[in-house]
């Protein structure tokens, strides 16, 4: 069965944001909108740009006690998992939670971080003290495709992936290179700047599926 995701954000007055794929025309599978210039991550970006969250990227399978999940994070589900799946939603309380976001969030969507600048910056994890420079990154993991005689680049956003919580627990999910790291920074405190810190240390990441690494 496809694993639907429900990305989590709690800033640091302990207020709780949760984002849904279809608000934004995403699909909710996690290789459906890990990617640059997608909007349900963009969104996601926009709330972290310049203010530390604690981001999970939450699967409807992750309650279940999966191998690899380390103990923080399970603690952490735990107290979490029903904030990002309110089951006991009726239809009609969801796409009210869907339009409701989609006017919150209009904003940031035409005006924030678009497919041509999402590139540039840095996401930093204030909880282990690194970075990650998304130019180098996207330079580095980006691939060519090309639909109806036209070339583009596709690159996956590593914010997703590395807050995923459940990944491997369903279709969907995402099965390429550098698996250790697929929800090593659940749970931290993770921002977005323009700003380089040169406090921290620099890490690297290589996301790629199977059919695209080398």
Known sequence: MGQYYTPLLTDSNGNETTLSAHAFNNGMKLMEHSYIGN???????????GNPYTVAWIGDYAD????????RTRENLGKH????????????????D????????SGEREEFIKE??????????????????????Y??????????GEKYFMC???LPLLTACGNGLGGGDYLGT????????AFDEIMFSFDKPDDLAEVKFEFKEKRYAA
Do not use: H
Request: aromatic share 14%.
């Open 64 to 71: 279940d006690d999966f191998d690899y999940c380390t103990d």
């Open 98 to 105: 869907k339009d409701k976001q989609v006017q919150l969030y």
């Open 156 to 158: 996956i956003n590593p």
């Open 39 to 49: 909007n349900l991550v963009n969104i996601a970006l926009s709330l972290i740009n």
């Open 139 to 148: 330079l580095q993991n980006r691939w060519e495709e090309e639909y109806k």
């Open 116 to 137: 041509d600048t999402e590139n540039k910056g840095f996401l930093i994890n204030r909880t282990k003290m690194v970075y990650i420079d998304l130019s180098s990154y």
């Open 178 to 185: 550098m698996q250790d790291a697929i929800g090593s920074w």
């Open 81 to 96: 998992y029903t904030s990002a799946w309110k089951r006991d939603q009726t239809d009609e309380e969801y796409q009210a």
